[in-house]
């Protein structure tokens, strides 16, 4: 096979490493952020400005799970009296002229979706109901990548998530294995065709540790399992991965400034000074992180913000391989 083609099937899978990644983790963001900025609304007749009910009657209707909905709602906030009528007690709610921002219907674009695709409003308002039954549930995120407000991972351990994130990030994997193999069947075909001499294979062996640790990490994720043990091998699983795709990241491009000038007409030379600034930069901020989470006392909410920054920087990487290549 010419290195051509070696050189295009690179360029497909550097392509879509970053941004299958990227894909996966802000659309388990955009749906938790969804979940923990609006809520679910008993069945209220929300279009009349004030109601009396009697209190069995307000009761049952605010047990009532089976007719929750998120687009039934009101966009002004209601207040609850109490009064006592005939010797029976009625609750009445009152419109007020305060907006209710936790109303979907403030957002146009989750409001014609759900309005027009009934199930996955069915699909988000038992989510939120088996959440709030566990005594858990989803807070209010502005940006984590700012804020810190949540980590990836409680982003993406729940269903319908997981459904998401497992699949590409697993797929991502792949993908990258067949990333470091062509990378390697590159330089194999560089030298039979005599262009450089005898090359490291280090990259490729360590790049596979990665692609394996990074598919245990999506596997475990979302297990429900009460162990600190498992806890702590997931700790471990996601630093294997980082220090892994570090390090077959350095050692390709310790090859590609070694052969640079034997491979000049297939690269371009910036991108590949611009590969090795990264590389340097991605380990100091490597080293400074892994300081401040080991020596320092580090908030959640910036150790959520090192997260959602570092592990998107780091798919930059994928893309300057793709603009490194030429076609």
Not at 64 to 85: A, D, M, P, Q, W
Not at 163 to 189: C, D, G, H, M
Request: proline residues 2%; glycine residues 4%.
């Amino acid at each position: 096979m010419q290195s051509s083609q070696f050189i295009k099937k690179i360029r497909f899978f550097t392509l879509v490493s970053f941004l299958l990644p990227l894909i996966a983790i802000n659309s388990c963001l955009i749906i938790y952020k969804f979940l923990g900025n609006f809520d679910i609304y008993a069945p209220f007749n929300w279009e009349k400005k004030e109601q009396v009910y009697t209190l069995a009657q307000y009761k049952s209707i605010q047990q009532n799970i089976g007719e929750r909905s998120l687009t039934n709602c009101s966009k002004y906030k209601f207040e609850n009296y109490i009064i006592t009528k005939d010797n029976i007690e009625h609750r009445i709610r009152k419109r007020t002229n305060s907006e209710n921002l936790r109303c979907v219907k403030h957002s146009k674009i989750s409001f014609f979706l759900l309005d027009n695709f009934k199930f996955l409003e069915k699909i988000l308002i038992n989510t939120k109901i088996s959440f709030e039954m566990k005594g858990k549930g989803f807070s209010e995120v502005r940006n984590p990548y700012l804020y810190g407000e949540v980590s990836i991972s409680r982003t993406a351990r729940y269903y319908p998530a997981t459904f998401i994130f497992k699949p590409l990030i697993i797929l991502s994997a792949i993908l990258l294995l067949f990333y470091w193999k062509n990378n390697l069947n590159l330089f194999r075909e560089f030298k039979k065709q005599k262009i450089i001499l005898d090359f490291s294979k280090t990259f490729f062996y360590i790049g596979i540790l990665s692609c394996l640790f990074l598919i245990l990490h999506a596997t475990f994720l979302g297990l429900d399992i009460e162990s600190k043990l498992f806890a702590k091998l997931r700790r471990v699983i996601i630093v294997l991965f980082i220090i892994f795709e570090l390090l077959a990241q350095i050692f390709l491009t310790i090859n590609l400034f070694k052969f640079k000038e034997d491979i000049k007409k297939n690269i371009n030379p910036i991108i590949l000074k611009i590969k090795i600034i990264f590389i340097y930069v991605m380990i100091g901020v490597t080293l400074i992180i892994f300081g401040f989470l080991i020596w320092g006392d580090v908030s959640t909410a910036l150790k959520n913000i090192f997260e959602w920054n570092y592990f998107s920087f780091l798919l930059v990487y994928y893309y300057l391989s793709r603009l490194l290549w030429k076609p």
